[in-house]
C-alpha cells in the first residue's frame, strides 16, 4: 500500500496531496504530529519532513518530487504542459522562486515579532512583489501559465493561501483582484476542499 506521510496544514504536503489527488493514485494518508514524528517515518527519511511517500518501496521525500511523481502516473488536465518547452522552464522558475524567496518572506511576515529588525509591512512589502508578478501573469487566463491548472498553480497555491490568511482584510484591498479570484477559485475546488477534509 502506498503511504503519505503528511501534516493536514503543511503547505508542502498540501500540495503533494493535492497532485496525488488530482493524478487518481490510491494512497494511505497517514496524518502526523511534527513534535511528534512516527518512528516508521523517520526511518523511511531521517530528515523529518513532511510529506513523505513511501510507494513500491520507493521513498519520496521533497513535495514536488512526490508531485513530479503523480504527475507522470496520470496527468488528465497536462499540469506538466508537455508539448510547451517554454512553459516547462517558467514552472519551474516560479516554483523555483516561490520556495526560495516568497516563502521567506512568507515566513517573515507571518511571524514578523520574530524579526524585529524591521516592521511587518516591510516583510509584507517584499512578498507583495510575487503577488504582484503572480497578477499579471493572470492576465487573460485564469491559471498562471495557460489556461488550465500547471504544476506551478497547485505548487504556489498553498503558499500564497497563507499569505492571503496572514491579514486576509488587507489582501483582500490589494489591487490584485485577477490573484484573488485565482485563490477563491482554489479554495472552492473539489480538489483543495477534498484534501482538507479532516
Ligand atoms: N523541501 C521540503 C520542505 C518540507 C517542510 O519543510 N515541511 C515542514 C512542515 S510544513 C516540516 O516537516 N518541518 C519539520 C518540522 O516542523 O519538524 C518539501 O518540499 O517537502
Avoid at 108 to 128: C, D, I, L, S, V
Avoid at 134 to 152: I, K, M, N, Q, T
Wanted: aromatic content about 12%; glycine content about 4%; proline content about 5%.
Amino acid at each position: 500500500m502506498n503511504t503519505l506521510y503528511s501534516f493536514r496544514r503543511c503547505p508542502y504536503a498540501m500540495r503533494a496531496r493535492m497532485a496525488l489527488r488530482y493524478s487518481g493514485v490510491a494512497v494511505n494518508i497517514v496524518e502526523v504530529s511534527l513534535k511528534a514524528k512516527p518512528a516508521e517515518m523517520l526511518a523511511l527519511s531521517s530528515k523529518g519532513t513532511v510529506p513523505v511517500l513511501s510507494v513500491n518501496g520507493e521513498v519520496i521525500d521533497e513535495s514536488l518530487s512526490i508531485m513530479r511523481w503523480a504527475l507522470a502516473q496520470h496527468d488528465p488536465q497536462d499540469w506538466l504542459l508537455k508539448d510547451d518547452p517554454a512553459g516547462q522552464v517558467q514552472i519551474a522558475a516560479l516554483i523555483e522562486e516561490n520556495d526560495q524567496a516568497f516563502k521567506v518572506h512568507l515566513n517573515r511576515y507571518k511571524y514578523a515579532e520574530r524579526y524585529p529588525e524591521r516592521p511587518m509591512e516591510f516583510y509584507r512589502a517584499e512578498g507583495e512583489v510575487f503577488l504582484r508578478r503572480l497578477d499579471g501573469l493572470l492576465e487573460g487566463r485564469d491559471y498562471v501559465l495557460a489556461d488550465h491548472p500547471s504544476l506551478a498553480d497547485v505548487a504556489l497555491m498553498p503558499f500564497i493561501r497563507q499569505f492571503a490568511h496572514v491579514d486576509r482584510e488587507w489582501f483582500g484591498q490589494t489591487p490584485y483582484v485577477r490573484l484573488q479570484a485565482w485563490l477563491q477559485r482554489f479554495l472552492e475546488s473539489d480538489l483543495f476542499t477534498s484534501i482538507m477534509k479532516k
